[in-house]
């Protein structure tokens, strides 16, 4: 049995989460779709209801939507976290109509009326417009588009700046390894509060 976590009500996922960026057309080796789409049927029937991708993961969403398609019963079953990470040539001019395609371009790919949970990225903290673009994607989850808000590789300061915002984020995912310690640089203790 797959162990789970609540991490909102309604919001339950398997405490182990099947990755998806080595899928990416640009990131990972050649592969068959089917193939694809039977391994993720695997994962689901074994418990795994969590996966992972992003907008970036170039054809990722679209795999994840098809794999919905042939097994819908299955696909009710998923908790998909995709991000948000508008390119860093962007960042500077980067509008609501910009964010709101690119969440509108992610429901399409995965197929469903509301995203469970999408993970922003901003690339460059010297580029000024992070909290604003955050605000905008917490329009679109008032409006229905988004269930749960998070962030991706965020460090204190900046986690700060959103939740001072007014923003409630359900999650922020980093690399936690003997190389990448940043949850122990008061990452816990803020997310905690």
């Known amino acids: 049995m797959i162990e789970t976590i609540t991490l909102a009500p309604g919001y339950t996922i398997s405490r182990v989460a099947k990755g998806n960026w080595q899928l990416s057309a640009k990131h990972g080796a050649p592969y068959s779709q089917d193939d694809a789409i039977e391994d993720m049927r695997r994962f689901v029937e074994a418990g795994i209801n969590a996966f992972d991708c992003a907008d970036h993961y170039v054809g990722v969403e679209d795999l994840i939507g098809a794999f919905r398609r042939r097994h819908p019963e299955l696909g009710r079953r998923l908790r998909v976290s995709t991000k948000y990470t508008p390119d860093l040539g962007l960042l500077s001019k980067l509008s609501r109509k910009d964010v709101a395609q690119a969440v509108d371009t992610s429901l399409r790919r995965l197929?469903?009326?509301?995203?469970?949970?999408?993970?922003?990225?901003?690339?460059?903290?010297?580029?000024?417009?992070?909290?604003?673009?955050?605000?905008?994607?917490?329009?679109?989850?008032?409006?229905?588009?988004?269930?749960?808000?998070?962030?991706?590789?965020?460090?204190?300061?900046?986690l700060a700046e959103v939740v001072g915002a007014g923003i409630t984020l359900l999650s922020n995912q980093l690399q936690y390894s003997l190389m990448g310690l940043r949850p122990e640089n008061g990452m816990l203790e803020f997310c905690r509060e």
């Open 111 to 158: 197929g469903v009326e509301q995203l469970d949970l999408v993970q922003f990225h901003w690339w460059d903290y010297e580029v000024p417009g992070c909290v604003q673009a955050m605000l905008w994607l917490q329009e679109l989850q008032k409006e229905g588009k988004v269930a749960h808000l998070g962030t991706t590789n965020f460090n204190v300061p900046r």
